[in-house]
């Protein structure tokens, strides 16, 4: 399955990829297409270290103390 061609299709904003499916390769091709990419669900440390320097753009975790939340400026 191409995540990038059926959230296109779906005109979504975002997909939400499970840890398992997530790639390097994966999230540049869903943000070369302007879609936000979120993965769940990241709870060891490392993979949520590992995911942030894939640059995802939100982390869904049972352990939402272990993700530092990135801060939004107004």
Known sequence: ANPTAWALDAQATSVGLALECLSAETVRAL??????????TVDDPSDIQWVKTLGV??????YPD????????H
């Open 31 to 40: 943000h070369a297409q302007r879609l936000k990419v979120v993965v769940y």
């Open 57 to 62: 753009d939100g982390i869904v975790s049972n």
């Open 66 to 73: 272990r993700v530092e939340p990135r801060r939004v400026s």
